[in-house]
């Protein structure tokens, strides 16, 4: 009888771990919800406005971004300052740094060329 109630324990403890780990992932927050949150948090930490995402990928870590922002409005909006920061989102969704790893006028060509770095 007491191998009946180990066994049941067992089993108890091994759902409670996996619902644990379940509830882990569904709070684990989704990459549109990672992508809308870092663009509202880069812009309201820097005071700039977030053009766009160039990139997105997970890690380990979490997520990492590169943003382009509007650092300088100008007119033509072709001489815009535009500049790109990378950016580094927790497992959670929540910004943990950001640097700004180049700045250009918007209407300028990529001098790195396509898909270099």
Do not use: C
């Amino acid at each position: 009888m007491s191998n009946t109630n180990k066994t049941s324990e067992s089993q108890d403890s091994q759902q409670s771990s996996q619902k644990s780990h379940e509830s882990q992932e569904s709070r684990r927050p989704r990459p549109m919800e990672v992508l809308r949150e870092a663009r509202a948090q880069l812009a309201e930490l820097t005071g700039m406005t977030v053009e766009s995402v160039s990139s997105f990928e997970q890690t380990e870590e979490g997520w990492a971004l590169e943003v382009e922002v509007l650092e300088l409005e100008r007119i033509p909006d072709t001489m815009s300052l535009m500049a790109s920061y990378q950016v580094e989102i927790d497992t959670d969704g929540l910004l943990t740094g950001y640097r700004r790893v180049r700045r250009y006028e918007r209407g300028r060509a990529d001098a790195r060329g396509a898909g270099g770095r």
